[in-house]
Each structure stands twice: as C-alpha cells, then as structure tokens.
C-alpha cells in the first residue's frame, strides 16, 4: 500500500505554483485551428482498424441556474426547449462519428457532462441514450463504468431510477460546500436533505459508485466551517471525492466576476482547509489517489493505483485510459491514438457546422514523438507516483538521463528538497511531494516556458 501523504508547509511555500492539471500532455492550450475534421476522420479510421475499446464522453451544457464559481462551458437558460434544437445536433454528431468505427468497438465507459445533464426531460434523455446506443456498442450487462454528473436540485427518485434504468451505474454529485453563506455567496442553494436522497436513491438502485464535488476557496468559507462540510460529507460515505481548489480568475470567466474578491478566504485558511480536509478524510479510511482525488480502499481507483495500472485523461483518474476517447457535444475534447481534437465551444457555430452536415471540430493536436515519450513519462509520474527508467527507455529506445540531462539539476535540487527520491533506475514522489506532483510533473513540460502561467490554477 502507498505510503499515506505528508504535509509539509515549507515545501507547499515555496513548490505551490500555478500550472497544468495535466488531463492531458500536451495541455489543451497547446491546441491549434491546423487540426480539423480530416484529421478526425483519418484517426477514427486507425480506431477502426486496430479495434480499439471506446470511451464517450456527452456534453450537455444547459443549466437553469448560473453558479458564481464556475469555469465550465455551459449556457444559462430557464427555457428547457433549448435543448431539443441542441439534441438534434448532437445526434447527427452521433451519427456522423459513429459511421467511421467499428459497431465491434464496444463502448467500456460513458460519461454525461455539463452543464447539467439532468436538465433534458426524461424523453430527451431517453431520446440520447437510445440514439447512442442505436449507433455505438454500449453494452448491456451493466460492465461498463456509465457515469453521470448530477445537481440535486435537479434530480429525484423518478430521476435517478430512469438513469439506472438507461444503464448508467456511477454518479457524481456536485456539492462544493453545505454552509448557507457560503452557498449565497456562490449562488448555489441545495441543502444536505437534497443531496442525501439522491444518494439514497442511489444507493437503493444500486449504483455501482457515488463520487461527491467539494471545492476549497470559495467566499465566506473558513477552515471550521469547511471542516463541519466535509464531516457531514463523510457521513454519506461516497466511494470516492474530488475536493478541488478554487481558482478565481474573473478575467477568464464572467459568472466570477459576481464574487466579491474581499469574501475569499487567505492563502493560509486555504491551506488549513485542504490540511483538515486530508486529515479528516484519511482518518475516515479514504486513500489519497493524486490531483484533489480521494477514494476508499475497495475502490477501482485505489486498487488500480496499487497495481500501478491507473491512467489519467480528459475524464480525469480513469482505469480505461486504453480506450479511444471521444468527446460529443459542444466543447468535448476526444484522444484518439496521437490526436486530440476539439468541438468549437460556441453553442451557435457548434450547431450550425452540424446543421451543414460537418462535424464541429474547431482545432487540436497530433502528438509527435517528443510529446509521446513526455506524455508517459508524466502519466506515470502523476497516476503512480513512481517512475521507472528503464520501462520509457525500453518503449521510446532512448537513455533516460541522456535525453532529459538539462532537467537533472532541477530533479536534484526536488531530491534535496524531500519532494522526490532521484535514483539511477528510477524517480519516486516522495509522501511530501504528492500534493504537489503537478510541480514534479511541470519538469518534463517541454511548452511551458513558452505559456503564461496566469491561464493555470495553483497547485495548491
């Protein structure tokens, strides 16, 4: 079993800088508009032939109420007949994908994103899930990790029976924090009762897995009255919880600018707040998975990482990193082998380049060589906490200390920092580095000295 994590102050001070979150390498910022649907087509086509498993991930943007906090893509709106004009789209979009793969390619994971999914009706719902599954190989036995993201306020026993009934088994439930002030500053009234019969149902209908959102960092919090939220969450016993920190950014995202910036607790209190929060949710059984992530011991995630076959993509922690990712809707990002690509993220111009029978590919990447052999180097380093030399130069045929020499004096000075145990054979994050695994990961970016840190969160 991994060592548990060990808080450092001095190390946090001085290694808590802004970067990637390293969902992928290279980071979406590195995206560009030569990347287009040819592209696209060209790797579904080698999808095809190699037969590869896929993954889905649907994003569905509405929501009825604007959360002060968020920096997602989504469109607010009270009219609930937005999204059929928007269904319509995305079933074309659907189609048109799913005619360049293999109906044998079986779909292992699906993920329902936003926005908030459960703002289509039950038809619309019932509407996207049998046109997915009239085009794609989802499978029936309930083996599948099938998830979807879901606001209490939004959903009901009626609800959540209909989504198990379509075949979805994981939820994640956003909470950010049970406070009253602190939900009036953000916009975001829900209470516990609401989150804890969503959970029940849940439960009840045997989902295979309940993850709850909490963020750290929003106005009126304080370390106590965080401490008290997370308390209530551990009482509802998800399988796994994301605690996320906040970035206020206001200059990137409008729904911020709400936000009165003197609300927001000190960079100390944020710090008490994730020490408390790891404490108390180590004390209650709860592993430390990496990047804001905790699960329990039973876990895929866990039991994964102790197998040191955990993978990280676009979807976050995954145990399908083998599969070919496919992003539907607007916004959604899909990784196909060496490409990664994105919808335009304008609701408009994402529909109308359907509307024209082109999919809505907006710009991406194809990794080369360099970024292939980094991009492992960082998956192993960010999933497992370990790497090993030998494997990358045995995968990419090259000498490890040789090609990364210019980085050397950086890891040495991490090893004499206690953040990373540097060895011939092999790097180690130490238990007082994986908070801060992003700055061990940010060594090996080979762009980032060429982008503006202000577009990142803080490690921390």
């Not at 190390?11 to 980071?27: E, F, H, K, V, W």
């Not at 009270?78 to 269904?87: E, F, H, I, T």
């Not at 009126?220 to 939220?229: G, I, L, S, V, Y």
């Not at 130490?430 to 803080?458: K, T, W």
């Amino acid at each position: 079993m991994l060592d548990a994590i060990r808080w450092d102050s001095d190390l946090i001070r001085r290694y808590d800088l802004a970067g990637p979150r390293y969902t992928s390498y290279p980071t979406a910022v590195q995206f560009h508009g030569q990347v287009g649907t040819f592209d696209l087509f060209h790797a579904l086509r080698d999808s095809r032939k190699a037969q590869r498993p896929l993954s889905l991930y649907v994003h569905v943007p509405f929501c009825a109420n604007i959360c002060y906090y968020c920096a997602c893509n989504k469109v607010i709106t009270k009219d609930r007949g937005r999204a059929q004009p928007y269904l319509q789209r995305l079933e074309q979009e659907i189609q048109l994908v799913a005619c360049h793969l293999d109906p044998a390619q079986t779909v292992e994971q699906l993920h329902f994103g936003g926005g908030t999914p459960t703002f289509l009706s039950h038809d619309e719902l019932r509407q996207l899930m049998a046109h997915l599954r009239k085009h794609f190989n989802l499978l029936n036995d309930d083996s599948g990790d099938y998830g979807i993201e879901i606001d209490p306020r939004e959903a009901d026993w009626s609800t959540m029976g209909l989504l198990r009934e379509l075949g979805f088994n994981r939820v994640s439930i956003g909470l950010q924090d049970l406070d009253p002030a602190v939900q009036r500053a953000v916009n975001r009234l829900q209470s516990l009762e609401e989150t804890r019969a969503v959970i029940d149902a849940a439960r009840t209908l045997q989902f295979r897995s309940i993850n709850i959102d909490l963020i750290y960092g929003l106005p009126k919090q304080t370390p106590d009255n965080f401490a008290r939220t997370v308390e209530e969450v551990i009482s509802l016993q998800p399988d796994r919880l994301s605690v996320f920190n906040y970035a206020h950014l206001p200059e990137r995202f409008m729904p911020q600018r709400r936000i009165n910036s003197s609300d927001l607790p000190s960079p100390a209190h944020k710090l008490e707040m994730l020490q408390r929060t790891i404490e108390q949710l180590t004390a209650a059984g709860y592993r430390y998975i990496g990047m804001d992530h905790f699960a329990l011991p039973d876990d895929e995630l866990a039991i994964a990482q102790e197998e040191q076959t955990l993978q990280r993509n676009f979807q976050g922690y995954t145990t399908h990193g083998h599969c070919d990712l496919i992003g539907l809707g607007v916004s959604a990002i899909s990784q196909i082998g060496d490409l990664y690509c994105q919808n335009s993220s304008d609701l408009t111009a994402y529909q109308n380049s359907l509307a024209s029978a082109q999919l809505a590919t907006s710009r991406g990447l194809v990794c080369n060589a360099d970024d292939r052999l980094r991009r492992a180097v960082i998956q192993q380093l960010i999933c497992n906490f370990k790497l090993e030399f030998a494997e990358i130069e045995q995968q990419f045929n090259i000498d490890f200390q040789g090609y990364f020499g210019a980085l050397w004096p950086q890891l040495q000075g991490m090893a004499e920092d206690g953040l990373i145990r540097l060895e011939r054979e092999h790097i180690e994050v130490l238990p007082a580095g994986r908070l801060l695994v992003r700055s061990v990961c940010m060594v090996f970016d080979a762009y980032l000295e060429q982008q503006n840190r202000q577009r990142f969160s803080r490690v921390i």
